[in-house]
């Protein structure tokens, strides 16, 4: 008897996977009707959902890294479509299905094909989508130059490898933040807007966030010269941080930024100088783990503004 109906969106890179395949054919034995397509190049993932919503389907699995993920969910929000999503995790980093509780073997995380779909809230900058998050200052840099041979060779590792190679480059950045009861201009190290709650490689910069509480945290890295004279050594200790961060969750946040300072939307550099983030309740449906870390309780939280 079958099961359903789904199709797996799969990053080139990933074709000869070979437990991306085995995990394929026992979804198929289980009863799963599970078809598979391939992206190549930029634009292949949009093509794929539309493919899929006009052939009927109604669950879809993204597989690949977080730039994956984001591109298909923004797909299927920009169809204002019902279908479902899944992720397989299979990038570098995959930040967004860690926080999630997703299951890194893939066997494991098409399992969810079988868990009843959450609704969850997604995040806008630009006119883009997202699931995880925007992230701005020093950290945005170590992801951005983080080359895809040392990726290969080092997995997540690659991005603390970077980081550390790269620490004398550490210099403050000047941006102001306005939204609903909130505001706050200065020089920041690190910025993290989240749907999610870690970026580049395991970073977690918005610990509290959740994925259905009609809001975007906020969470900003104060630069006073003594931070930046002892990041170094606080980072080493694992000391100290998190107490210094500024956070704030907001429906919605505008970032005017000076030219030193890099924003990027999971991996990818957004190139302007004023940003607008806001937050679009309940507008996707994703499998995840019933005890997954980022859904809340049934209520949201009071949204201001």
């Known amino acids: 008897m079958s099961k359903g109906k789904a199709l797996l969106i799969l ?54 890294g977080d730039g ?125 807007i989240g749907n999610g709650r870690q970026a580049g490689g395991g970073h977690v910069l918005c610990p509290q966030a959740l994925v259905n509480d009609g809001l975007l945290d906020i969470s900003i890295l104060p630069a006073p010269q003594e931070v930046v004279s002892t990041l170094k050594d606080l980072l080493a200790g694992g000391l100290g941080i998190d107490n210094m961060f500024v956070r704030a969750r907001l429906p919605w946040v505008e970032i005017k930024v000076a030219q030193d300072l890099d924003i990027n939307l999971d991996g990818e550099p957004l190139q302007v100088d004023a940003l607008r983030f806001t937050v679009h309740p309940k507008a996707l449906r994703v499998h995840l783990p019933p005890d997954s870390p980022l859904l809340g309780g049934a209520t949201a939280l009071n949204r201001p503004g």
């Open 11 to 64: 990053h080139g890179k990933q074709a000869l996977n070979e437990e991306v395949r085995t995990a394929v054919m026992l979804k198929r034995e289980q009863g799963w009707d599970l078809a598979v397509r391939l992206t190549w190049e930029a634009g292949d993932a949009q093509r794929c959902v539309d493919e899929a919503l006009e052939a009927g389907y109604t669950q879809l699995i993204a597989g690949g």
């Open 68 to 192: 994956s993920l984001r591109d298909i969910a923004e797909a299927i929000f920009r169809h204002s479509s019902d279908a479902s999503l899944v992720l397989l995790p299979l990038g570098t980093a995959n930040d967004f299905a860690r926080a999630a509780g997703v299951p890194l073997e893939p066997v494991q995380a098409l399992d969810l094909l079988d868990v009843a779909p959450q609704v969850v809230d997604a995040g806008e900058v630009c006119g883009r989508i997202f699931l995880n998050m925007a992230t701005g200052g020093f950290g945005s840099q170590v992801t951005a130059n983080t080359s895809e041979d040392l990726k290969n060779v080092l997995g997540g590792a690659a991005y603390l490898f970077t980081g550390l190679s790269r620490f004398n480059e550490l210099s403050a950045a000047y941006g102001e933040l306005q939204g609903p009861d909130f505001h706050w201009q200065g020089d920041l190290l690190a910025l993290g």
